[in-house]
């Protein structure tokens, strides 16, 4: 029920703002839907919680753990991203960039995208995960060419063909996954392709036809990772659309192809006996890692600046997983829930500051704090708990992954540390001057509202002092179901 | 071999004939041959579908064999033709390798493919398995496509006979996805090219072409007309 | 060995020299019937044969003992070529000492020689001919031998009558590999014998010709020898082509000599058929230029490479 609730109501908004998407009160009703929304998941998660896995709708749904905290996590996201985007989205249209037919459009695709999201998190077939990737994919595509400007369009392209290609491959990983369960689970009916009985069937699978698949999978779900090197699309895609979008592709569209990553991992090590899946998560997330960090000093606009930033952060959190183990796949469930808080907070903070600069290059933004006191600490705040200070949660996170790493993979160590120094150096150089810098602008009459961003900051401090403790249970039995290690 | 009943060997017909289309199309300037050669692997597919549902009598085989008929035989090329004709782009440029290296690239290619679904081959039970390298090297000679291309349009018909690769792999391997899979499969394939055309309109509203060329700029730090997304990095 | 085979050894020897300046003349024919020219005569290829005979040969001041000899080498590679092949019946004496590669070896010496004649006088034109006739050979020769690897593959062996022979009386049934080598085939078969996408042989244009090229300097007998040559490897060719993809009608190793007697006319009507699509194919088609002959051979070679991945993949 709460389920179904969950599912529809994204996708009924995504119908009712087709029609009054460019009303005065439709950014209200995308806040009301996605607050409904947001209910639903939590009512969703106390009914995980009091009774356990869930399994519905003849087993094409499943709910553990590891997935019902993504849903929360992404209503919430979705939530406050609707909240800012209220004004945000107003102010553009004030200032001509969007016209009342791209709004709706804006409105319907946004909801839309939440709904499939949803539907690839909760869904228990790996083939409807793979359809649902591929509809979040291109209810975004035009969302990230909304302005129509020429750079707009070009990262539309490139997202478009480059996911396209990718999730091709992970298209031919599922049919793989299908080939290899078929033979003990039958193709009568569908339950193949479901992913709680090839767990449960996982060790008699073809060990070669499996890893196969998950070469493919992994190249297919990890260019929509942002994994190195198939990140092309991703800064592009975050820098050129409107800032909301940025907010959800990097907090929430990473973590649910992650997520996928790592669903399919699980199979596939229990398959294969091997170190091989686990090798090429670590190998491709320090690629990740070491790539972005250096490839952030380039950056002279500021969402591409933290576009790189969210790959290196899906690079530790993948090299996270893939390392495995219950502290390794704690940290890894960590780090994504406050990548994901902290980077939207980020986006946020960086839209209104570029509204206000009228300029998304580094050099054009100075002096934030005359200018708006609280955008220059939101954006400071932020980045500061980005790049992993205590008493943020990335911290606790980050060293969580760091000590397990000096203990399962110490040739790994120097090297993260040393692509985090990189990465620290570049952010904040650059973060530093926008915010404290020289401007002759005067300051703002009223402050604008960044009641979304200082909500997720606060939130990723605490979860870097405290971990509730029916968090932490709900984490570890993520980890424990990840497994590996 | 000769023991082979003839719906298979119809059947390997169709698959030798889209490893075919495939070169044809990794080597063909003309975007309207293109858009002819993906109707006629539409209409291959077709016909190995409607053979193996005949042969195994599998239901759902029909059922995607109509899917094919609708989607990808008749819908696909109408559109892609409308697109071209509203938009008047009958030409490629020439490709990135010429057609001989072209050649000998998509031949090593499908080496590759043979030896990968070599395994995979081994493991299948069914009548087809022998085509899914077929299925294999189709994919990566279509991607092969994709990367050589300049126009927009033909990169499309690279993306979408990838997916027809891909069908007939899992048509060969397991006789076809779940139907619900199959559904959703198409319906992502459906949208994506309305978003495309959506997509074309919107690229040459703004370039007056479309050649990817201008496509190009977030890549070499080019200002463009945003003057805010300069960018360098790869 | 029986007398049968001798007798279709002697036979198809005997057939292909007296047929196939008569093949040449009948492609010619009918070309002029599709270009709406008037036909010239059927026997036109004999009498210049002939004619040539007569007269004083003339060579070059500066003409090696090779220059000389290269026609008659010539001239019996193609005549050995056509005692290995499989025309009219498969139980050939001579073929124990010869299978499909070697005739493909036979094939290149004449090449080899023919060129090398053509650049002993060392002028412009026949360095000319020769260099682009080994450009072509060199990128047409590995698409016939895969040709050849795929019908070998089918029948187990690379002799070329027991592969006529397999293909002849097994179980019909489809073969793509087959139908791919077959346009491989023909796309070789053109190129090789100067037909027209590759080179025109009823001019002698001096951008475009190849073969033309490297028979400028030869004159009376020698002329006439390299002619009949060429005309008996177009012969060739078309019989190899029979050999492995229509190879029906064909006198077996157990055949009789009515079966013998009944192949004959089957050869004529495959020939007839033959020629008459050639002149169809060199009327409608374009001459390419000469720097796109390489594309034309490779799509031939990709023909025959996919023909033969097919086949090892698909198992037929």
Same mark, same amino acid.
């Given at each position: 029920?709460?389920?179904?609730?969950?599912?529809?109501?994204?996708?009924?908004?995504?119908?009712?703002?087709?029609?009054?998407?460019?009303?005065?009160?439709?950014?209200?009703?995308?806040?009301?839907?996605?607050?409904?929304?947001?209910?639903?998941?939590?009512?969703?998660?106390?009914?995980?919680?009091?009774?356990?896995?869930?399994?519905?709708?003849?087993?094409?749904?499943?709910?553990?753990?590891?997935?019902?905290?993504?849903?929360?996590?992404?209503?919430?996201?979705?939530?406050?991203?609707?909240?800012?985007?209220?004004?945000?989205?107003?102010?553009?249209?004030?200032?001509? @960039?969007?016209?009342?037919?791209?709004?709706?459009?804006?409105?319907?695709?946004?909801?839309?995208?939440?709904?499939?999201?949803?539907?690839?998190?909760?869904?228990?077939?790996?083939?409807?995960?793979?359809?649902?990737?591929?509809?979040?994919?291109?209810?975004?595509?035009?969302?990230?060419?909304?302005?129509?400007?020429?750079?707009?369009?070009?990262?539309?392209?490139?997202?478009?063909?480059?996911?396209?290609?990718?999730?091709?491959?992970?298209?031919?990983?599922?049919?793989?996954?299908?080939?290899?369960?078929?033979?003990?689970?039958?193709?009568?009916?569908?339950?193949?392709?479901?992913?709680?009985?090839?767990?449960?069937?996982?060790?008699?699978?073809?060990?070669?036809?499996?890893?196969?698949?998950?070469?493919?999978?992994?190249?297919?779900?990890?260019?929509?990772?942002?994994?190195?090197?198939?990140?092309?699309?991703?800064?592009?895609?975050?820098?050129?659309?409107?800032?909301?979008?940025?907010?959800?592709?990097?907090?929430?569209?990473?973590?649910?192809?992650?997520?996928?990553?790592?669903?399919?991992?699980?199979?596939?090590?229990?398959?294969?006996?091997?170190?091989?899946?686990?090798?090429?998560?670590?190998?491709?997330?320090?690629?990740?890692?070491?790539?972005?960090?250096?490839?952030?000093?380039?950056?002279?606009?500021?969402?591409?600046?933290?576009?790189?930033?969210?790959?290196?952060?899906?690079?530790?959190?993948?090299?996270?997983?893939?390392?495995?183990?219950?502290?390794?796949?704690?940290?890894?469930?960590?780090?994504?829930?406050?990548?994901?808080?902290?980077?939207?907070?980020?986006?946020?903070?960086?839209?209104?500051?570029?509204?206000?600069?009228?300029?998304?290059?580094?050099?054009?933004?100075?002096?934030?704090?005359?200018?708006?006191?609280?955008?220059?600490?939101?954006?400071?705040?932020?980045?500061?708990?980005?790049?992993?200070?205590?008493?943020?949660?990335?911290?606790?996170?980050?060293?969580?992954?760091?000590?397990?790493?000096?203990?399962?993979?110490?040739?790994?160590?120097?090297?993260?540390?040393?692509?985090?120094?990189?990465?620290?150096?570049?952010?904040?150089?650059?973060?530093?001057?926008?915010?404290?810098?020289?401007? @002759?602008?005067?300051?703002?009459?009223?402050?604008?509202?960044?009641?979304?961003?200082?909500?997720?900051?606060?939130?990723?401090?605490?979860?870097?002092?405290?971990?509730?403790?029916?968090?932490?249970?709900?984490? @570890?039995?993520?980890? @424990?179901?990840?497994?590996?290690? | 071999?000769?023991?082979?009943?003839?719906?298979?060997?119809?059947?390997?017909?169709?698959?030798?004939?889209?490893?075919?289309?495939?070169?044809?199309?990794?080597?063909?300037?003309?975007?309207?041959?293109?858009?002819?050669?993906?109707?006629?692997?539409?209409?291959?597919?077709?016909?190995?579908?409607?053979?193996?549902?005949?042969?195994?009598?599998?239901?759902?085989?029909?059922?995607?064999?109509?899917?094919?008929?609708?989607?990808?035989?008749?819908?696909?090329?109408?559109?892609?033709?409308?697109?071209?004709?509203?938009?008047?782009?009958?030409?490629?440029?020439?490709?990135?390798?010429?057609?001989?290296?072209?050649?000998?690239?998509?031949?090593?290619?499908?080496?590759?493919?043979?030896?990968?679904?070599?395994?995979?081959?081994?493991?299948?039970?069914?009548?087809?398995?022998?085509?899914?390298?077929?299925?294999?090297?189709?994919?990566?000679?279509?991607?092969?496509?994709?990367?050589?291309?300049?126009?927009?349009?033909?990169?499309?018909?690279?993306?979408?006979?990838?997916?027809?690769?891909?069908?007939?792999?899992?048509?060969?391997?397991?006789?076809?996805?779940?139907?619900?899979?199959?559904?959703?499969?198409?319906?992502?394939?459906?949208?994506?090219?309305?978003?495309?055309?959506?997509?074309?309109?919107?690229?040459?509203?703004?370039?007056?072409?479309?050649?990817?060329?201008?496509?190009?700029?977030?890549?070499?730090?080019?200002?463009?007309?945003?003057?805010?997304?300069?960018?360098?990095?790869? | 060995?029986?007398?049968?085979?001798?007798?279709?050894?002697?036979?198809?020897?005997?057939?292909?020299?007296?047929?196939?300046?008569?093949?040449?003349?009948?492609?010619?024919?009918?070309?002029?019937?599709?270009?709406?020219?008037?036909?010239?005569?059927?026997?036109?290829?004999?009498?210049? %044969?002939?004619?040539?005979?007569?007269?004083?040969?003339?060579?070059?001041?500066?003409?090696?003992?090779?220059?000389?000899?290269?026609?008659?080498?010539?001239?019996?590679?193609?005549?050995?070529?056509?005692?290995?092949?499989?025309?009219?019946?498969?139980?050939?004496?001579?073929?124990?000492?010869?299978?499909?590669?070697?005739?493909?070896?036979?094939?290149?010496?004449?090449?080899?020689?023919?060129?090398?004649?053509?650049?002993?006088?060392?002028?412009?034109?026949?360095?000319?001919?020769?260099?682009?006739?080994?450009?072509?050979?060199?990128?047409?020769?590995?698409?016939?031998?895969?040709?050849?690897?795929?019908?070998?593959?089918?029948?187990?062996?690379?002799?070329?009558?027991?592969?006529?022979?397999?293909?002849?009386?097994?179980?019909?049934?489809?073969?793509?590999?087959?139908?791919?080598?077959?346009?491989?085939?023909?796309?070789?078969?053109?190129?090789?014998?100067?037909?027209?996408?590759?080179?025109?042989?009823?001019?002698?244009?001096?951008?475009?010709?190849?073969?033309?090229?490297?028979?400028?300097?030869?004159?009376?007998?020698?002329?006439?020898?390299?002619?009949?040559?060429?005309?008996?490897?177009?012969?060739?060719?078309?019989? %190899?082509?029979?050999?492995?993809?229509?190879?029906?009608?064909?006198?077996?190793?157990?055949?009789?000599?009515?079966?013998?007697?009944?192949?004959?006319?089957?050869?004529?009507?495959?020939?007839?058929?033959?020629?008459?699509?050639?002149?169809?194919?060199?009327?409608?088609?374009?001459?390419?230029?000469?720097?796109?002959?390489?594309?034309?051979?490779?799509?031939?070679?990709?023909?025959?490479?996919?023909?033969?991945?097919?086949?090892?993949?698909?198992?037929?």
């Amino acid at each position: 029920m709460e389920l179904l609730l969950l599912l529809a109501t994204p996708a009924v908004g995504a119908v009712l703002l087709g029609i009054w998407g460019a009303r005065r009160w439709a950014p209200e009703l995308n806040v009301v839907m996605s607050l409904a929304t947001f209910l639903a998941a939590c009512a969703l998660t106390a009914r995980v919680i009091g009774e356990g896995n869930l399994l519905v709708a003849h087993e094409q749904f499943f709910i553990d753990p590891f997935n019902v905290f993504l849903v929360t996590l992404t209503a919430f996201v979705g939530l406050t991203t609707s909240l800012f985007s209220r004004p945000y989205m107003r102010v553009e249209m004030n200032h001509g @960039r969007v016209s009342a037919p791209r709004l709706r459009l804006y409105h319907s695709m946004y909801q839309l995208f939440m709904s499939t999201m949803l539907l690839a998190l909760t869904t228990n077939n790996m083939g409807l995960l793979w359809v649902a990737m591929e509809a979040a994919t291109l209810s975004t595509v035009l969302l990230v060419t909304l302005y129509r400007t020429a750079a707009s369009l070009e990262a539309g392209w490139k997202y478009f063909i480059l996911c396209g290609v990718g999730i091709a491959q992970a298209l031919f990983g599922t049919i793989l996954l299908y080939f290899a369960a078929e033979r003990f689970l039958g193709a009568e009916g569908v339950s193949a392709l479901l992913w709680t009985h090839l767990n449960g069937i996982k060790g008699h699978l073809e060990p070669v036809v499996l890893g196969l698949a998950f070469v493919f999978l992994l190249v297919g779900y990890g260019t929509k990772v942002g994994l190195a090197p198939l990140h092309n699309w991703l800064p592009d895609a975050h820098a050129e659309g409107p800032t909301p979008i940025s907010a959800v592709l990097s907090g929430l569209l990473l973590n649910v192809a992650i997520y996928a990553v790592v669903r399919c991992k699980v199979l596939v090590e229990g398959s294969l006996h091997s170190q091989l899946p686990a090798k090429m998560l670590m190998g491709f997330g320090l690629l990740s890692v070491v790539l972005a960090a250096f490839l952030l000093w380039r950056q002279r606009d500021v969402k591409r600046l933290f576009a790189y930033s969210s790959i290196e952060h899906m690079g530790i959190i993948t090299f996270a997983f893939g390392m495995g183990g219950a502290v390794a796949n704690f940290a890894a469930l960590l780090h994504m829930t406050v990548h994901s808080l902290t980077k939207s907070a980020i986006f946020f903070a960086v839209g209104h500051a570029t509204q206000k600069a009228g300029s998304q290059l580094i050099d054009n933004i100075r002096g934030l704090m005359t200018l708006s006191p609280t955008i220059g600490w939101g954006l400071m705040m932020g980045s500061l708990a980005i790049l992993g200070m205590p008493p943020f949660g990335v911290f606790a996170s980050e060293f969580l992954i760091l000590t397990t790493a000096m203990r399962e993979q110490p040739w790994a160590t120097p090297i993260l540390l040393a692509a985090l120094g990189v990465a620290f150096a570049a952010i904040f150089g650059r973060v530093q001057p926008m915010v404290f810098g020289e401007t @002759r602008a005067g300051r703002l009459p009223h402050p604008p509202a960044l009641l979304p961003v200082f909500t997720h900051l606060a939130l990723v401090l605490i979860l870097g002092l405290y971990v509730p403790p029916y968090l932490a249970d709900w984490y @570890r039995a993520a980890a @424990r179901l990840i497994g590996g290690g | 071999m000769t023991g082979l009943p003839f719906d298979l060997q119809l059947l390997n017909l169709c698959a030798a004939l889209l490893l075919l289309v495939s070169f044809a199309m990794l080597t063909q300037r003309r975007i309207v041959n293109l858009v002819n050669l993906l109707a006629f692997q539409g209409t291959l597919l077709l016909v190995a579908t409607l053979l193996l549902a005949w042969r195994t009598g599998q239901r759902h085989l029909y059922l995607s064999a109509v899917l094919t008929l609708a989607l990808k035989v008749t819908f696909l090329p109408w559109m892609l033709h409308r697109l071209i004709r509203r938009l008047e782009v009958y030409w490629d440029t020439e490709p990135l390798l010429n057609i001989s290296g072209t050649m000998l690239v998509g031949l090593l290619v499908v080496v590759f493919a043979f030896g990968l679904a070599q395994p995979i081959s081994a493991l299948a039970s069914t009548a087809t398995r022998s085509s899914i390298g077929i299925a294999i090297a189709v994919v990566l000679l279509s991607f092969i496509t994709m990367i050589t291309r300049r126009k927009a349009m033909s990169q499309v018909v690279g993306f979408l006979s990838m997916e027809n690769g891909l069908f007939f792999g899992a048509m060969s391997a397991t006789y076809g996805m779940p139907m619900i899979v199959e559904f959703g499969v198409a319906l992502d394939v459906l949208v994506a090219v309305i978003v495309l055309g959506i997509f074309f309109f919107q690229i040459r509203e703004q370039f007056d072409s479309l050649d990817l060329h201008h496509l190009e700029s977030l890549k070499e730090g080019a200002t463009v007309a945003q003057a805010d997304s300069i960018v360098e990095d790869s | 060995m029986r007398t049968l085979d001798l007798i279709t050894q002697v036979l198809e020897i005997i057939a292909a020299l007296a047929v196939a300046p008569l093949f040449v003349g009948w492609i010619n024919q009918c070309r002029a019937w599709l270009q709406n020219r008037r036909a010239p005569s059927l026997w036109l290829p004999y009498r210049g %044969i002939r004619k040539l005979f007569h007269k004083d040969a003339v060579i070059a001041e500066r003409a090696s003992g090779l220059f000389r000899i290269a026609p008659y080498i010539v001239f019996s590679a193609m005549v050995l070529a056509a005692a290995i092949i499989p025309s009219m019946g498969t139980a050939l004496p001579f073929t124990t000492a010869a299978d499909a590669i070697a005739l493909v070896g036979l094939l290149a010496t004449a090449r080899v020689f023919q060129s090398l004649a053509a650049m002993d006088i060392g002028t412009a034109f026949g360095t000319l001919g020769a260099r682009r006739e080994m450009m072509v050979g060199f990128l047409a020769e590995p698409a016939l031998l895969i040709v050849i690897f795929v019908a070998s593959i089918i029948s187990a062996t690379t002799a070329l009558p027991a592969i006529t022979e397999n293909l002849a009386t097994q179980h019909l049934a489809l073969y793509p590999s087959l139908a791919f080598s077959a346009i491989a085939f023909t796309l070789v078969l053109l190129a090789e014998n100067a037909r027209i996408p590759i080179d025109n042989p009823s001019t002698h244009l001096e951008l475009t010709m190849i073969h033309e090229a490297m028979l400028l300097e030869y004159s009376a007998r020698h002329l006439a020898l390299m002619e009949w040559a060429a005309a008996l490897k177009l012969f060739n060719y078309a019989c %190899i082509g029979f050999a492995l993809f229509v190879p029906w009608g064909i006198s077996t190793s157990e055949g009789t000599p009515l079966t013998l007697l009944a192949s004959i006319p089957l050869l004529a009507g495959k020939l007839l058929i033959v020629g008459a699509g050639l002149a169809l194919v060199e009327t409608v088609s374009a001459k390419l230029r000469v720097f796109r002959a390489p594309e034309f051979l490779a799509t031939a070679f990709l023909f025959a490479v996919l023909g033969l991945l097919v086949h090892l993949l698909l198992g037929a």
